[in-house]
Structures are given as structure tokens and as C-alpha cells.
């Protein structure tokens, strides 16, 4: 994701790369781009994608690094979120 603006416009290509590589088709796609700290509050994103299971449509992508990575991928895991990558 890029952090700046040009005057062009976007051009689709078609392909849906990371739908088909993640397996996201027919998905809400919810996206946080960014650090992922303390700061961030990460275990806020672990409660949304706890409360959007019901929601089956739903999905959480996650782009990004930092200190609670780990703290992410573990919970995932061990609370089986299978909504969120």
C-alpha cells in the first residue's frame, strides 16, 4: 500500500492475486495496514474478529509488523479465528 497519492487513475488487473492466494472470494474484506504495538491495541483487533465469526462474510486482513505480531498469530491459533490473516 502506498502512502502517497498520483493523479492517475488505478487500472484493475483482473487477476484477483490475493483473493485467490488467501482464498477470499465472496469476503467483506477488512484491512489493517500498519504497526502492530502496543500503541495499536492489537487484542482490539483479536476481540472484532472474535465478535465478526458470526458473520461468515467477514474477513480481517492484516499488513504490517511489529512487536505484537506474535501476539496476533497466537491467537489465532488458540481461539481458532479463521477470519482473520
Do not use: C
Request: hydrophobic share 40%; net charge positive.
Amino acid at each position: 500500500l502506498y502512502n502517497w497519492v498520483t493523479d492517475s487513475p488505478f487500472q484493475k488487473d483482473g487477476s484477483n492475486f490475493y483473493r485467490k492466494k488467501l482464498n477470499l472470494f465472496n469476503k467483506v474484506i477488512f484491512v489493517y495496514g500498519g504497526n502492530m504495538g502496543p500503541a495499536q491495541d492489537m487484542n482490539n483487533i483479536i476481540n472484532l474478529a472474535k465478535r465478526l465469526l458470526e458473520y461468515p462474510e467477514a474477513h480481517i486482513l492484516m499488513v504490517g509488523s511489529g512487536y505484537e505480531v506474535k501476539l496476533i498469530q497466537e491467537a489465532i491459533k488458540l481461539q481458532n479465528l479463521n477470519n482473520i490473516t
